[in-house]
């Protein structure tokens, strides 16, 4: 593949999207989007956050089609209130990337239904909110579908005695473990699509290692992880970098329906988009269509 950046993305004229996250890879994908002329509807827990974001967005941008939308991926109530606002404001959604996530707090966190933390942001909140905005994105024009993955999936294991964490919490083990979650959806998701003629398509993206504030925000500045990302920010390549693979995912006619994207160099930690590799684990078909069955029991939804 050659060097992908965004001057290729095509014209987002006429097409709407979701972003998870207001800050680092969700603002550079609503940036791009806005400048290739989509709509970007940014969604996160922090107004604050988001409205500073679209500012930054429109003085980039002049005119540019932005909005913030309020979304707690750790609280199912916010979730569906969020898809209900949507389908009373628009007819249909061509673009949903669900990117927002929360790496390794140090001690276990439950979400406002019980869930831990990583698991039940990273993958149940998303699980969910696709599940909501599917009969919109049905109605989309060619619609996509982007999760978000990691590179830390490599090392994931779902382990279904212990998907949230009770008996035991590692904090990176457990972050692996959501970030897997993340790719099986998104082939899982692929699969069932074609099977049941949706008419989506979905796809994984990971952004390497890249400078954004993940490691400063659950662990604490003072963690050795975020100290390491702040003081070692030469090995971390910039956040409108890490964005490209997502981007490619999300607009390319080159992207493949049910492929993962990730960087092409120095296994796969910086660089220009091309092909990830898929974990073997993540290739599993019958652990993924339990996961989705867990997961649409879990968060009380359905597709």
């Known amino acids: 593949m050659v060097k992908w950046t965004e001057s290729d993305i095509p014209s987002q004229k006429g097409r709407s999207a979701v972003i998870?996250?207001?800050g680092g890879l969700g603002y550079e994908d609503a940036l791009a989007l806005a400048r290739a002329g989509g709509e970007a509807i940014l969604a996160g827990r922090s107004r604050r956050k988001g409205e500073e974001a679209l500012r930054k967005i429109r003085a980039e941008v002049p005119g540019a089609r932005v909005s913030f939308e309020l979304l707690d991926l750790a609280s199912l109530a916010s979730v569906a209130a969020f898809c209900a606002r949507l389908k009373d404001q628009r007819e249909g959604l061509d673009l949903l990337i669900n990117n927002a996530g929360v790496m390794v707090p140090p001690q276990?966190?439950?979400t406002a239904d019980g869930f831990e933390l990583q698991f039940g942001t990273n993958h149940l909140g998303h699980f969910a909110l696709t599940a909501g905005l599917m009969p919109l994105l049905r109605k989309g024009d060619h619609p996509r579908v982007v999760s978000l993955g990691s590179i830390a999936a490599r090392n994931g294991a779902l382990d279904f005695d212990d998907l949230n964490a009770e008996r035991s919490y590692e904090p990176m083990k457990v972050y692996s473990q959501s970030k897997l979650a993340c790719v099986m959806f998104a082939l899982e998701l692929h699969r069932r699509s074609l099977a049941q003629d949706w008419g989506v398509v979905s796809l994984a993206a990971h952004p390497g290692v890249s400078r954004t504030d993940l490691l400063h925000n659950a662990p604490g500045r003072r963690s050795l992880l975020a100290l390491g990302r702040s003081l070692a920010w030469f090995m971390f390549q910039p956040a409108a970098q890490?964005?490209?693979?997502?981007?490619y995912a999300a607009t390319s006619p080159g992207a493949k329906p049910g492929a993962y994207y990730g960087p092409d160099r120095l296994r796969e930690t910086r660089g220009f988009p091309a092909e990830a590799t898929i974990p073997p684990q993540a290739q599993d078909a019958k652990a993924a269509a339990r996961l989705w069955e867990?997961?649409?029991?879990?968060?009380?939804v359905a597709f």
């Not at 890490?242 to 981007?247: I, K, N, R």
Request: aromatic fraction near 0%; charge should be positive; charged fraction near 15%.
């Open 242 to 247: 890490g964005a490209l693979p997502t981007l």
């Open 20 to 22: 998870t996250g207001t």
């Open 108 to 110: 276990r966190q439950t």
């Open 294 to 300: 867990v997961s649409e029991k879990l968060a009380g």
